[in-house]
């Protein structure tokens, strides 16, 4: 004899259904572990259809009056805290730090897997990832005569691997251990003929777990993942620009998941002292390769440490003297001697009447200040 059942949503964006199942519906549950929960149902019915579309599912809801349920759930139907409409959405470190810790590790492994099918490039550009229209992607990596990319869809919440042969696979990005993410991630490359190796150890982490290991870090909130991505398209587009004015040699826009930090870098072309090292878990010689040349750098860092906010940067290695003093747009940039960098906090940028023209201001003052201080050859290396 039957005496209930069992039903499975299957779900791009779990955390949104679950939210809506417990804070609108107010359906009673039960947490079983790891944010999963088990609702509670009132008594239903089943049906059977034919169809010709497989993994297509629907979920009705039953009530008495259908005009006064919506009424009664109104004030919850539209959550506040969506930020989907905003070009430059909140993004308080505190609220997804847990995630951004689980975020950069994946990226990290992500990263790793390019740095080792791909050739070596000047400073590291090998290894970095690029802003999409729906996240993050490693562009093409070769692996023998056939090229694979990995996306990160922040807006469906999928990782995807796609081969130059037609070969694709993908899973969701869903709370999950880095151990159970690097695992699932291998094996579907595996699947796919795509057998890469790489070292496990995080970079640039003063707590380095293995990913093989890592059970710690399994926190994944899509809402703040999908505002952070939308904060890169934002700043990749405005650097984007302020790269255009330069005409010497300039790094692409790119996100490098060591950090992580979305980052371009201009270059005096005349070389840099050694660099002393010392950057966590980071090879002394890949820094100071990635430093071998006089620099300003400038991007954009969720935070961590010292700084709990999200804030765009802007150093130059070596530091000219005067530097720390040197005026800078807007009023809110500030310069962190502990860090040896100017800081704008994103809020002043998301705040400001013009956004762009805040960061822009940002950018072109620090990078004046940089090349003025330090004698670069501005005539020859920008647009006239």
Known sequence: MIIGAHSIIYSTNPDADRAFLRDVLKLTNVDVGGGWLIFGLPPA????????????????????????????????LTPTSDSRGEAWPALPLEAWSDTYATLHMWFQ?????????TPPVNHGWHVTLYVTARGLTTSP?????????????????????????GGMASFPLQPQSVAAFYKRLMEEMGKLG???RINTKPNEVSEAIHFDQDEVHRAYAPEYVNRFWRILVQADRVMKQFRGRFIGKCSPVHFFWGGPDLAVTRFSGRRAPEHPGGIPNLPDPVTREA?????????????????????????????????????????????????????????AVREADSPDAALLDFLQT???????LAGWDRNLLEWR
Not at 109 to 117: D, E, L, N, W, Y
Not at 366 to 372: H, K, L, V
């Open 194 to 196: 795509l057998q890469v």
């Open 45 to 76: 019915e089943v049906a059977v259809h034919p169809s010709n579309e497989n993994d297509v599912h629907e979920f009705y809801l039953m009530c008495d009056d259908v005009q006064t349920l919506i009424a009664e759930k109104e004030d919850r």
């Open 291 to 347: 430093y071998s040349h006089e620099v300003s750098s400038c991007g954009f860092w969720s935070g961590g440490g010292a700084v709990s906010y999200p804030a765009f940067y802007s150093y130059a290695y070596p530091e000219p003297r005067g530097f720390s003093e040197a005026p800078i747009q807007p009023d809110a940039a500030f310069y962190s001697a502990d860090l040896r960098e100017f800081l704008l906090p994103y809020n």
């Open 366 to 372: 620090t990078y004046e200040a940089a090349a003025n």
């Open 109 to 117: 492994i992500v990263g790793k897997i390019r740095r080792a099918q």
């Open 141 to 165: 990596i070769p692996h023998g005569a056939r090229t694979f990319e990995i996306d990160f869809d922040f807006i469906a919440h999928q990782l995807a691997i796609r081969s130059s042969d």
